[in-house]
């Protein structure tokens, strides 16, 4: 049986059955079950699907630290991540360097920091200009680090990005924008959203394809 820190369970109300799902920043099997269910069937539910847990497990890439020599990409341009000690300057981008100013310590938190605001920025402005080509009004944008979606849109307009997409190249993220943006107009995956997802970025089954192949190694990082 799994142990009950090898595994993490969410009781929901009108949740009618369980399902399994794997968190792959926590590297944790996620299970949502009925309000009213016994934990026990939940233990057993996870045990009856242990070979598929593990194989997912497995395929998650494994977490590599932030140190100088490393390699970052940020919209498909490779950086060397560069410590400067003594510097006083946070973090700057200079000749093909990262440059990371401060104690080793903080390089980690320094480096995440940097991409989320370059992410918020990007993803602000292609959001802002695919959504006047829409004629649609944003309400707000927000930045998450969830588990398994790269992005979402509500009911009220809002979108949701995950800022790892920031390590992807930039037709990535000019791609899941795009769909996105077009689900501003269109709340579903039908032929008429795919149709605006075309026009505003042709390419979209090849990065589409690229984001569900690739999309894992974005995780390798923090
Ligand atoms: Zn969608």
Same mark, same amino acid.
């Given at each position: 049986?799994?142990?009950?820190? !090898?595994?993490?369970? =969410?009781?929901?109300? /009108?949740? #009618?059955?369980?399902?399994? %799902?794997?968190? @792959?920043?926590?590297?944790?099997?996620?299970?949502?079950?009925?309000?009213?269910?016994?934990?026990?069937?939940?233990?057993?539910?996870?045990?009856?699907?242990r070979v598929w847990i593990e194989?997912?497990?497995?395929?998650?890439?494994?977490?590599?630290?932030?140190?100088?020599?490393?390699?970052?990409?940020?919209?498909?341009?490779?950086?060397?991540?560069?410590?400067?000690?003594?510097?006083?300057?946070?973090?700057?981008? !200079?000749?093909?360097? =990262?440059?990371?100013? /401060?104690? #080793?310590?903080?390089?980690? %938190?320094?480096? @995440?920091?940097?991409?989320?605001?370059r992410a918020r920025e990007e993803?602000?402005?292609?959001?802002?200009?695919?959504?006047?080509?829409?004629?649609?009004?944003?309400?707000?944008?927000?930045?998450?680090?969830?588990?398994?979606?790269?992005?979402?849109?509500?009911?009220?307009?809002?979108l949701n990005f995950n800022w790892?997409?920031?390590?992807?190249?930039?037709?990535?993220?000019?791609?899941?924008?795009?769909?996105?943006?077009?689900?501003?107009?269109?709340?579903?995956?039908?032929?008429?959203?795919?149709?605006?997802?075309?026009?505003?970025?042709?390419?979209?089954?090849?990065?589409?394809?690229?984001?569900?192949?690739?999309?894992?190694?974005?995780?390798?990082?923090?």
């Open positions: 049986m799994f142990k009950s820190e !090898e595994i993490e369970i =969410i009781r929901k109300k /009108g949740v #009618k059955r369980i399902t399994l %799902r794997i968190d @792959k920043i926590k590297r944790t099997p996620i299970l949502t079950i009925p309000y009213l269910c016994r934990k026990k069937t939940a233990y057993e539910f996870a045990e009856k699907n194989n997912q497990l497995i395929k998650i890439p494994q977490k590599k630290s932030i140190k100088a020599g490393i390699n970052i990409s940020i919209l498909g341009e490779k950086y060397k991540i560069k410590h400067q000690k003594e510097a006083r300057r946070g973090v700057w981008i !200079e000749d093909g360097f =990262i440059n990371v100013s /401060g104690e #080793k310590d903080f390089m980690e %938190r320094r480096v @995440k920091d940097f991409l989320k605001k993803l602000l402005k292609l959001s802002y200009e695919k959504a006047d080509l829409t004629n649609k009004k944003i309400n707000k944008i927000v930045l998450k680090d969830t588990k398994s979606r790269w992005g979402s849109c509500s009911s009220k307009n809002n790892r997409i920031i390590m992807a190249p930039y037709e990535i993220m000019d791609y899941l924008v795009s769909h996105e943006v077009a689900h501003l107009t269109h709340h579903d995956h039908s032929k008429d959203f795919w149709g605006l997802v075309a026009i505003l970025h042709p390419n979209y089954k090849k990065s589409r394809l690229w984001l569900q192949n690739h999309g894992d190694k974005l995780f390798s990082y923090f």
